[in-house]
């Protein structure tokens, strides 16, 4: 194995503790996906990790994916896309979704190739992706409003002296007129 292989391979193995650290953490779990969708994404998660090592230990192996299996992925890909479009995105959520999001294109690609199952998993990897920048869109359109709305008091100093010499060039033209 070379060295880009062997970095690639520990990157993977970091990455897949990470997630599964973050899918046992109950509470964060529940705030994210509630309590019957974090159940359900557990699951999910348990189902997939459990065929890719079958799959990854030994590739010629003929894997049956049962309708049950196939039904859990697809209900927790349908969940983290929802979520995605329905509710505001925490760091958590983002964290674990992009995660399982990558696992379950993975997982379909191997082995589910299920139609519903890439489109939810395009989707919600544009939209997570895009919701940084969307995020970041709207604190600099909020600061722009900050400054234009400051910027919409300020009267600069040769405003108030103008006004002043302008009154009095109308108080000299009445009295020329008198």
């Known amino acids: 194995m070379n060295k880009k292989m062997m970095n690639s391979a520990k990157d993977l193995a970091t990455r897949l503790a990470d997630l599964e650290k973050n899918i046992n953490e109950e509470k964060s779990m529940t705030a994210a996906y509630g309590t019957k969708g974090a159940r359900l994404?557990?699951?999910a998660y348990k189902v997939m990790m459990t065929q890719l090592k079958i799959l990854a230990d030994d590739d010629k192996k003929e894997?049956?994916?049962s309708d049950k299996d196939q039904q859990s992925v697809r209900n927790a890909s349908n969940l983290i896309y929802s979520i995605t479009?329905?509710?505001?995105l925490t760091k958590f959520f983002r964290e674990v979704s992009s995660e399982l999001i990558v696992l379950?294109?993975?997982w379909n690609k191997q082995l589910g190739r299920n139609k519903q199952i890439k489109r939810n998993v395009d989707a919600?990897?544009?939209i997570l992706?895009?919701?940084l920048s969307i995020s970041?869109?709207?604190d600099v359109l909020r600061l722009l409003l900050k400054r234009m709305k400051n910027e919409l008091h300020y009267k600069p100093p040769f405003i108030e002296n103008s006004r002043h010499y302008l009154k009095l060039l109308e108080?000299?033209?009445?009295e020329a007129k008198k």
């Open 171 to 174: 108080e000299d033209l009445e």
């Open 124 to 126: 919600t990897r544009r």
């Open 85 to 88: 479009l329905e509710k505001p």
């Open 136 to 138: 970041e869109a709207n």
């Open 41 to 43: 994404v557990k699951t």
């Open 129 to 131: 992706e895009d919701a």
């Open 104 to 106: 379950t294109d993975n």
């Open 63 to 65: 894997l049956m994916i």
